[in-house]
């Protein structure tokens, strides 16, 4: 550690590597998608998508809800974070209280997500209930359910 910090460039080194390495590499890609998707429907609404103020938390939550997003608190929490980055300062309580109102808003009544073209890992198996892990699990003992059990 003292080689590495000893000399500008390596005290350097160590300040980029700590700021490169803030998000993991693999999730810039969703927070530029979830920032994108933020900027094209402020667009629609002809609001602004940096500075992050009551009116324009207000239409791109409704739009985002109108679209069908179900994830819009990360929408939003990524809003507040270029907001921070671009401006230098998060955003006032005023404007925070009504992003969490508006998000109760947006989110409200969806309900849980719908599984959507699931595996039926069941389907073709054949399973001795008697042995088998998922038997125990359900609480068959070896001598009531032995027999293999074709689903279909």
Known sequence: MREALSSNQGRLAALRFLDDNITAEGSNRCRDALY???CYVAKQFGVDAILLQRENARCVLAGL???GYRTSGAFLARAKQMHLLHVGKPVDE???FWCKEYLRSADSGRGAAALKDGFEFTKNMEIDFGTSCL???MG???SQHSTHVPYS
């Open 65 to 67: 809800r109108a679209g």
């Open 140 to 142: 068959f003992k070896e």
């Open 36 to 38: 994108s998707t933020w």
């Open 135 to 137: 038997g125990k699990l």
């Open 94 to 96: 005023a404007v925070d």
